[in-house]
Nanobody, 126 residues
Framework: QVQLVESGGGLVQAGGSLRLSCAASGRIYATYTLGWFRQYPGKERECVAAIKWSGLSTYYADSVKGRFTISRDNAENTVYRQMNSLKPEDTAVYYC???????????????????WGRGTQVTVYS
């Protein structure tokens, strides 16, 4: 059974950087997708980045392109998200999640992801 644990959130000044980690216990197959979602208070979770565990395909929301980078370390069973040039509007709870479906393309809807971490808070102040 796969479990996910996020870490790396915190408080950062606008323009700064953070790196979030999502450590997965259990076997992760190349066909899985690991995604990072964020949730604003009272809003639905939205996918901001995702990566096939094979590394062959990635997705970035327009709002984070050029600022966020998703990567994975197979040996550590961990997905990272480097966030640069952070803005106050990036303040949210960030979740990592796994899409177990073996489709080729990266999927981005939250109901397509079957396993979630508990989330980590990122707060960006100006």
């Amino acid at each position: 059974q796969v479990q996910l644990v996020e870490s790396g959130g915190g408080l950062v000044q606008a323009g700064g950087s953070l790196r979030l980690s999502c450590a997965a216990s259990g076997r992760i197959y190349a066909t899985y997708t690991l995604g990072w979602f964020r949730q604003y208070p009272g809003k639905e979770r939205e996918c901001v980045a995702a990566i096939k565990w094979s590394g062959l395909s990635t997705y970035y929301a327009d709002s984070v392109k050029g600022r966020f980078t998703i990567s994975r370390d197979n040996a550590e069973n961990t997905v990272y998200r480097q966030m640069n040039s952070l803005k106050p509007e990036d303040t949210a709870v960030y979740y990592c999640a796994v899409d177990f479906h073996s489709n080729i393309v990266v999927r981005t809807r939250k109901n397509e992801y079957g396993l979630w971490g508990r989330g980590t808070q990122v707060t960006v102040y100006s």
